[in-house]
Structure formats: structure tokens, C-alpha cells
């Protein structure tokens, strides 16, 4: 009989040999006192290609603790990867996500429980006192709240915190890739998610570095791009290309239809004039982009229809033994 698991702790590893063992024992410590309460409880280390001893290190923790779980890639994949592959192997009720560099605390885990146990379905951190540098990693996070916040409709103040704690039933369900791990809450919208945020601690990174920087500020805004089609379009994507190409279209032909009363009606040249073949690409424009949004219905109910997935979530279902 397989044993059940309340918690699973999934924390992405890259290069965090000094930061591994601090951090086991502060887990150990926060998650005992729940076992002793009544929870069981695992953790799921994912090593990411660290080139360190990082995957040695989870070893030696892994032979000596029945309750660590490691994950090992054969190459650095990324942080969403990482998350992905322990969300998979989790088996837990609930899936707790934090950073292996000691900047979040394990502390802080109870209190994401305690508001899953009041009915969320998603508890995030905000790093409300955040120790990082201001210029370089601060200020481009807020920028980039802000953004998220307003293009998809979930509003947190902090997208960046890896501290988070998800109903085991929304985090399988969710499909990331890419960089996708920040866009998360966002992502679960479509899921009828319940979420909330709640100010955790955070603290200055003493060993190694961070594998974060300013660039990443750009990537942001393309997948940003990337996720508000998927909140709004992924099962209706003709309604963007289409509602674009129908207008695009309607503006060529009627660029056009002026072109054509000047010829027919005043007999003034057109074949040299420049508004001739702006008009022409307009519509030749809107038609290709109808034509994409064809295609994508297409692939869209080819996407659902091959791997029987359904474009929406149960949660429960009333007087089922009679379904």
C-alpha cells in the first residue's frame, strides 16, 4: 500500500552545495513539528545540472533520510523544468515550492498551510522586505509585477517569489514550460484557482550567487505575451487572429474600393500610386491571418481531442454514485 503524503516540498537545485546542508536541517526542523501534528511529509530535491557537489550531497542526505526524494538531470534544463519534474513526482496534497539558496524560509511553510487549510487553493509569498539589490533585481521585479499583474487580471505583488504552496490537484494540472514557473498563479486562472498572497521572509543570500539578473526583465515581457494568449485564446485562438484579420482586411478593401471609384469614376491613374499597394497588403494580410486562425482552431481541437483532454476542471460532482 502506497503511503500517503501530505506535503511535498519541491526545491530546484543548481550549484547550491554550501547552501544544501543548512537548508535540509532548517526543513527538518519546520516539517518534524508537522509530522508531529499529524503530517507526513516529503521532500523532493531536484538537482538541475549542477556542476557542483550539489547532486553528492542529495545523495548522501537521500541514503540516510527516507524522506528525501532526489531528482537528477543530466543537464542544467532550468528552474521551470526543475519544477515541472517535481511537481510530477510529488505526492503530496499539498506542493510547497522554495528556492535552494537559503533566501527563503522554511518558517514560513506552516502559515502557507494554514491558508490552504482555510479553503485556497494557492498560497503565494511576497517578499515584502526583500534583501536584494535594489537596481539590478528589486526594481525590474516590480516592474515586472506590476505588468503581469495588469495583463492577465491576478493581481500579487510579487510573481518572483519561488515560496509558494499549491493544491496538489491545480499544480498537476498545470502545463509550463520555457520560463513559465513565475506566470504560475496566472496560469491557474483558467482552473478556477483560488489564490491569495502573504507577506514570508526573506533573507541575503551568503553563499554562491544569483543565477538571476536584469536581462531577465525582457524575457518576462515575451512570455507575458505568451501567457495572456493562453489565458484568453488557447481554446479560441481564430477569435485574435481572425478579429485581427477581419479587420486588416476590411481596411485593405475599402483602401481599395476608393482606389476604384477614383479610377472608374474621375479615370486617375492608380497602377503607381503607393496607397495601391498598401492596400493590397492589407488585405492579402487579413486573409493569411484568418487563415492562421483556421489552422489553430484546428490544432487547438486536435491538441484536446488526441490526448482526450477536456477544455475544463471538475471539482466535484453532487450524488456521483448515480453518474
Excluded at 508531529?36 to 549542477?50: A, L, P, W
Excluded at 516590480?142 to 509558494?164: E, F, M, P, Q
Amino acid at each position: 500500500m502506497v503511503e500517503k503524503i501530505d506535503i511535498s516540498v519541491v526545491i530546484p537545485i543548481y550549484n547550491e552545495e554550501e547552501n544544501l546542508p543548512i537548508l535540509y536541517k532548517k526543513l527538518k526542523s519546520v516539517l518534524e513539528r508537522l509530522y508531529n501534528s499529524g503530517k507526513r511529509y516529503e521532500i523532493i530535491f531536484v538537482n538541475d545540472g549542477s556542476r557542483d557537489r550539489s547532486w553528492e550531497i542529495i545523495s548522501e542526505i537521500g541514503w540516510k533520510d527516507k524522506d528525501i526524494v532526489g531528482v537528477n538531470f543530466r543537464r542544467n534544463f532550468g528552474q521551470t523544468a526543475a519544477m515541472s519534474a517535481g511537481f510530477e513526482v510529488a505526492r503530496g496534497d499539498v506542493i510547497i515550492t522554495m528556492d535552494g539558496d537559503l533566501q527563503n524560509d522554511p518558517e514560513d511553510i506552516p502559515r502557507l498551510l494554514e491558508k490552504i487549510e482555510e479553503g485556497y487553493d494557492i498560497v503565494s509569498g511576497w517578499r515584502k522586505d526583500r534583501k536584494d539589490a535594489f537596481i539590478s533585481r528589486t526594481l525590474p521585479s516590480r516592474i515586472a509585477n506590476w505588468l503581469i499583474s495588469k495583463v492577465t487580471g491576478v493581481y500579487l505583488h510579487d510573481y518572483g517569489c519561488s515560496l509558494k504552496a499549491y493544491k496538489s490537484d491545480i499544480a498537476k494540472n498545470l502545463d509550463f514550460y520555457g520560463e513559465m514557473h513565475r506566470f504560475l498563479p496566472a496560469l491557474s486562472k483558467p482552473l478556477g484557482a483560488k489564490i491569495i498572497e502573504i507577506p514570508v521572509k526573506h533573507h541575503p543570500r551568503i553563499y554562491g550567487k544569483s543565477k538571476y539578473g536584469i536581462s531577465r526583465t525582457f524575457k518576462v515581457i515575451l512570455d507575458l505575451i505568451l501567457v495572456k494568449f493562453l489565458l484568453d485564446y488557447r481554446t479560441k485562438p481564430l477569435r485574435v487572429f481572425g478579429g485581427a484579420g477581419f479587420l486588416l482586411s476590411l481596411l485593405g478593401f475599402f483602401v481599395m474600393l476608393y482606389l476604384s471609384c477614383q479610377k472608374i469614376c474621375f479615370n486617375k491613374p492608380i497602377g503607381d500610386r503607393p496607397l495601391l499597394t498598401f492596400g493590397m497588403l492589407l488585405f492579402i494580410t487579413g486573409i493569411q491571418l484568418i487563415s492562421t486562425g483556421i489552422i489553430a482552431e484546428l490544432i487547438t481541437r486536435t491538441y484536446y481531442e488526441s490526448q482526450g483532454k477536456r477544455p475544463y476542471i471538475i471539482k466535484e460532482i453532487l450524488n456521483a454514485k448515480d453518474r
